[in-house]
């Protein structure tokens, strides 16, 4: 039988970083087991995965795709009638009167104020050749958006103005059930909203697009020790001025830089996986092996160009079972001491502790690793592409 879940335990090196900002500029950061960590949150793990374009990405799967934006509808609607010669004003008109219908009672009662003149400030009232955004960031899936692009073009057909076609698409519209069923259908599963949504899920407002819970479930990563942190202050030298002679600087500032070890954790739903991908077991396979490769390898990293925040996890660590999962944080609520081996000590607090829970609870997960010099403190040890195979051979069983 499958396993229910796949659970991916990572312990990955940063030094001298700034992976995660928080609003005022410093590394996010939660107090935990009495000391404060350093911390990634996980839509910034997420965001990173899920664009990253290289080898083995998700990117990379033959399955439709997700379009994050405000300006979807702008983007897959409008823009394709333009370029077919049809007027602005009458593509805009069109692709609002659908994205009122889609998105549900926010964005309906944001389409009548803009009729009704209710929102006199002109900055917050768009105008009718303005191009068309949502109030926040939607998840519509490429075959949605096609779908809705069609509906667009037969609104716009036979030389309609704005209004007609509004009225059009009011008529053609009216049925939610209609429209919702039709959407549905587009793909097996949860794909007519794409890939990105079937595995990391999708919050919709309206009754008329699918809500998808997400497959793939993501712990904000947080360091194993307490934080460590130092104010790096810096200097930008005005080359023309310090040729003329003077010495003075174009620009000072000063920013927060972090080390540590970070330990990650994902749970991947198989079941809800292979659900939301509309049954198709091989493709949740595919999916589980590239995520295992790029979560111990891409690096959720900011100020790119100063601190160059790559590096590949130390140990990775994945269990397949069908029992709850649980993370493995609680290994370090004693934070690791920073005057002993680092990592060999936290090798040291993870495996203890998974074997305390093996010895309480009852062992049922099938284990496999890829690690750095890990000595034997895991079993059943492989480099991280036999690692993932392993996972994906799971998911297929």
């Known amino acids: 039988m499958p396993p229910r879940f796949i659970q991916v335990h990572t312990l990955t090196s940063y030094p001298a970083s700034l992976l995660n900002r928080d609003d005022a500029g410093f590394a996010k950061r939660m107090p935990f087991g009495g000391a404060i960590r350093t911390r990634i949150s996980s839509q910034c793990q997420k965001r990173h995965w899920r664009v990253y374009d290289g080898d083995n990405s998700l990117a990379s799967i033959d399955a439709p795709k997700s379009i994050r934006s405000r300006e979807s509808f702008e983007r897959y609607i409008v823009d394709p009638l333009m370029s077919a010669g049809t007027d602005g004003i009458v593509?805009?008109?069109?692709?609002?009167?659908?994205?009122?219908?889609?998105?549900?009672?926010?964005?309906?009662?944001?389409?009548?104020?803009?009729?009704?003149?209710?929102?006199?400030?002109?900055?917050?009232?768009?105008?009718?050749?303005?191009?068309?955004?949502?109030?926040?960031?939607?998840?519509?899936?490429?075959?949605?958006?096609?779908?809705?692009?069609?509906?667009?073009?037969?609104?716009?057909?036979?030389?309609?103005?704005?209004?007609?076609?509004?009225?059009?698409?009011?008529?053609?519209?009216?049925?939610?059930?209609?429209?919702?069923?039709?959407?549905?259908?587009?793909?097996?599963?949860?794909?007519?909203?794409?890939?990105?949504?079937?595995?990391?899920?999708?919050?919709?407002?309206?009754?008329?697009?699918?809500?998808?819970?997400?497959?793939?479930?993501?712990?904000?990563?947080?360091?194993?020790?307490?934080?460590?942190?130092?104010?790096?202050?810096?200097?930008?030298?005005?080359?023309?001025?310090?040729?003329?002679?003077?010495?003075?600087?174009?620009?000072?500032?000063?920013?927060?830089?972090?080390?540590?070890?970070?330990?990650?954790?994902?749970?991947?739903?198989?079941?809800?996986?292979?659900?939301?991908?509309?049954?198709?077991?091989?493709?949740?396979?595919?999916?589980?092996?590239?995520?295992?490769?790029?979560?111990?390898?891409?690096?959720?990293?900011?100020?790119k160009g100063s601190t160059a925040p790559y590096s590949y996890s130390h140990l990775v660590l994945v269990e397949a079972g069908r029992a709850q999962p649980r993370t493995l944080q609680n290994a370090f609520i004693d934070p690791v001491r920073m005057k002993d081996d680092v990592i060999a000590a936290s090798y040291r607090a993870l495996s203890s502790h998974l074997a305390e829970l093996d010895v309480m609870y009852g062992r049922s997960e099938s284990r496999a690793h890829a690690g750095l010099r890990t000595n034997g403190a895991f079993e059943n040890g492989m480099p991280l592409p036999a690692l993932a195979e392993w996972a994906r051979e799971q998911v297929l069983a």
């Open 91 to 303: 593509a805009r008109a069109a692709a609002r009167q659908i994205a009122g219908n889609v998105l549900g009672s926010d964005a309906k009662k944001e389409k009548a104020e803009k009729k009704s003149g209710k929102k006199n400030d002109a900055k917050a009232t768009p105008q009718k050749d303005e191009a068309v955004a949502t109030p926040q960031v939607t998840v519509l899936g490429k075959p949605e958006l096609d779908y809705l692009l069609s509906l667009a073009r037969e609104a716009v057909a036979d030389g309609r103005d704005a209004p007609a076609a509004e009225k059009w698409l009011e008529t053609r519209l009216k049925d939610d059930k209609a429209l919702r069923q039709n959407l549905r259908a587009l793909y097996p599963g949860s794909l007519g909203a794409g890939l990105g949504a079937a595995l990391f899920g999708r919050m919709v407002t309206g009754d008329v697009l699918a809500r998808t819970d997400a497959a793939i479930h993501v712990a904000h990563a947080v360091t194993v020790h307490a934080q460590l942190s130092e104010s790096d202050y810096f200097s930008a030298i005005d080359d023309l001025v310090r040729e003329a002679g003077e010495q003075r600087s174009g620009h000072i500032n000063a920013t927060e830089l972090t080390s540590g070890i970070f330990y990650g954790y994902v749970v991947i739903d198989v079941d809800g996986l292979v659900s939301n991908v509309g049954g198709d077991r091989t493709l949740a396979a595919d999916v589980t092996d590239r995520l295992i490769r790029i979560m111990s390898t891409v690096s959720p990293g900011a100020k």
